[in-house]
């Protein structure tokens, strides 16, 4: 098996990864999911309507 020494991408680092990860509670990490979700769905069957 190889050994990788740093598995992350060039220029992202533990240090930011924290800082992102702790930035937001999951209360509002679930709240932004469910409002892009929300959006997507809105895309996808806004686009199926118009076309049919």
Do not use: H
Not at 24 to 36: G, H, K, M, P, V
Request: no cysteine; charged share 20%.
């Amino acid at each position: 098996m190889k050994v990788v020494s740093d598995p992350t991408k060039q220029g992202i680092t533990f240090k930011k990864l924290d800082a992102q990860a702790t930035a937001i509670s999951a209360n509002e990490a679930a709240l932004q999911l469910q409002t892009a979700r929300t959006q997507l769905f809105n895309t996808i069957f806004g686009r199926s309507k118009q076309a049919g």
